[in-house]
């Protein structure tokens, strides 16, 4: 004896549809975040730092050596 059918196929489908889209609405609300978080830490190290910081100081670590 089967009960339900196509029918209730389609509504299993249906919310299994939702649930993946709203999964994917979450994680990408948390990856938004997430992303929000990394670019003020790199912001704060960035000013941070600022020009005379680190190991050769100001604009000297990306120019080419000399001799």
Do not use: N, Y
């Not at 978080?37 to 000399?66: H, K, N």
């Amino acid at each position: 004896m089967r009960t339900g059918g196509p029918a209730m196929l389609m509504w299993i489908l249906l919310l299994l549809l939702i649930l993946v889209i709203f999964g994917f609405g979450f994680a990408m609300q948390i990856l938004w975040w997430v992303a929000v978080v990394l670019l003020a830490l790199w912001i704060i190290g960035f000013f941070m730092r600022g020009r005379g910081g680190g190991r050769s100081g100001g604009r000297r670590r990306f120019s080419r050596s000399r001799g």
